[in-house]
T-cell receptor
Framework: NAGVTQTPKFQVLKTGQSMTLQCAQD?????MSWYRQDPGMGLRLIHY???????DQGEVPNGYNVSRSTTEDFPLRLLSAAPSQTSVYFC?????????????FGSGTQLSVL | AQSVTQPDIHITVSEGASLELRCNYS??????LFWYVQSPGQGLQLLLK??????LVQGIKGFEAEFKRSQSSFNLRKPSVHWSDAAEYFC????????????FGTGTSLTVIP
């Protein structure tokens, strides 16, 4: 199994550009989520989804959009990138968070916004 | 709301020495607690988790953690550290009965001196 796959691994954007970070999992997980990791801040939840067609905001949702059209995919969209969005982004998935199954993490996307 | 505090930003230990990483949580009910490890350039990997029962839990790579309700703590320990244990360690609390969010601490960076 591939697990959780994130693409791209690295990306440089100019302020105002848009892009989509891709996340796919092949474990039939219902729960998928996006985190950003910043020095001294740990991991902060951006958006999450508990199933196809269902998304919700996390701790830091502003500037990001998500959709969940299939169980496998959970893309994160930056509509107008800002320098404050420079970060490392992680996608994570789980079978069922309400039973506190562990999260499976992708290897991350390092994003720089100039 | 749940929160997790890791008071130590960075710890340095000698190879072969014992290790204890601190984690304190704020939670209204019985918490579900996790420790994850992040190697450089990688996503997070679960070390161990506590749901209920025995307050001393064993994990992978020789790590263990002890849940102490009276101190609201879930400290991670290892009797003898190996150079390969150098990494970032994150404590996390799992979703409550009414939520779907995991909350992570800010992480502790471990350096191992040969």
């Amino acid at each position: 199994n591939a697990g959780v796959t994130q693409t791209p691994k690295f990306q440089v954007l100019k302020t105002g550009q848009s892009m989509t970070l891709q996340c796919a999992q092949d474990m039939n997980h219902e729960y998928m989520s996006w985190y950003r990791q910043d020095p001294g801040m740990g991991l902060r939840l951006i958006h999450y989804s508990v199933g196809a067609g269902i998304t919700d905001q996390g701790e830091v949702p502003n500037g990001y959009n998500v959709s969940r059209s299939t169980t496998e995919d959970f893309p994160l969209r930056l509509l107008s990138a800002a320098p404050s969005q420079t970060s490392v982004y992680f996608c994570a998935s789980s079978w069922n968070p309400s039973t506190n199954e562990k999260l499976f993490f992708g290897s991350g996307t390092q994003l720089s916004v100039l | 709301a749940q929160s997790v505090t890791q008071p130590d930003i960075h710890i340095t230990v000698s190879e072969g020495a014992s290790l204890e990483l601190r984690c304190n949580y704020s939670y209204g009910a019985t918490p579900y607690l996790f420790w994850y490890v992040q190697s450089p350039g990688q996503g997070l990997q679960l070390l161990l988790k506590y749901f209920s029962g025995d307050t001393l839990v064993q994990g992978i790579k020789g790590f263990e953690a002890e849940f102490k309700r009276s101190q609201s703590s879930f400290n991670l320990r290892k009797p003898s550290v190996h150079w390969s244990d150098a990494a970032e360690y994150f404590c996390a609390v799992g979703p409550s009965n009414t939520g779907n969010q995991f909350y992570f601490g800010t992480g502790t960076s471990l350096t191992v001196i040969p």
